[in-house]
């Protein structure tokens, strides 16, 4: 039997979120070694040694250690390309791979500043007690708003970011997104639109990502 492969970090962080949903899709065995952020265990040297910018995810694949979660997805996508959802990242096929590739990098460049910066304003600064920044949610509504109008289109030509498979590009999305339409309290960004809500409901509805919601909730009780 394999040795499962180590997350370091708490299943909350979108970022570690997003590699469990590869992890699970995959059906590739997983330890998740809790790390205390507020402990500030993430900045502690032995950290940094796999992790030299003091972020979670980290990630060990016996000698291996890897960072940044897009990287860390499409190496457990390589490695186990027979096991799990094996479409998850293109097969074999190299026009798939280079169009999940394209929605990949339009969800880190294009849909992440606006969200992570709207998920951190309206989800996390009232939990950790912080002020929050009216001009900066204004304007990274509007931000994303736009992103949005790029996908409605996409999303009334195929089913998915990528064509018509649910692949890594759709799950990347999944961590942001689920913060905006539960504790943010802003489902209309995506229902509002036809093809953006249908495409919400049904990559939310995965049974990898009600995997990594129940990991969370248990992880906050
Ligand atoms: N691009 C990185 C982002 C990692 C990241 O921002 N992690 C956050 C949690 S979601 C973190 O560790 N924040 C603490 C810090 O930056 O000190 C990835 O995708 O892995």
């Known amino acids: 039997m394999a040795t499962p492969v180590k997350v370091y970090g708490p299943p909350m962080s979108t970022a570690v979120s997003r590699v469990l949903a590869c992890l699970l899709e995959k059906d590739v065995q997983f330890q998740l070694i809790p790390i205390n952020m507020a402990k500030g ?3 502690k040297p032995e950290f940094l040694k796999i992790q030299p910018f003091g972020q979670v995810p980290a990630f060990q694949d016996e000698s291996i250690s890897l960072f940044e979660s897009r990287s860390i997805c499409r190496y457990i996508c390589e490695k186990h390309a027979d096991k799990g959802n094996k479409g ?3 097969g074999t096929n190299p026009l798939a791979k280079a169009s999940i590739d ?6 880190g460049q294009s849909f992440n500043p606006p969200s992570s910066v709207l998920v951190f304003q309206l989800a996390f600064a009232p939990r950790m007690k912080l002020n929050q920044d009216p001009k900066a949610i204004k304007l990274n509504e ?3 708003a736009k992103v949005l109008e790029v996908y409605e289109r996409r999303l009334g030509e195929s089913r998915f970011l990528a064509g018509d498979e649910f692949s890594l590009a759709d799950l990347s999305h999944l961590p942001n997104a ?3 339409v539960t504790v943010a309290d802003r489902a209309e960004i995506f229902a509002s639109k036809k093809n953006v809500g249908r495409w919400w409901d049904e990559i939310s509805t995965r049974d990898s990502w009600k995997k990594v919601l ?3 909730n248990t992880a906050s009780n």
Do not use: R, V
Request: aromatic share 14%; charged share 35%.
């Open 41 to 43: 265990e993430h900045k």
């Open 88 to 90: 998850l990242y293109g």
């Open 102 to 107: 394209q929605w990949i990098e339009a969800e």
């Open 142 to 144: 509007d931000k994303l």
């Open 178 to 180: 689920q913060y905006l």
């Open 214 to 216: 129940e990991m969370q």
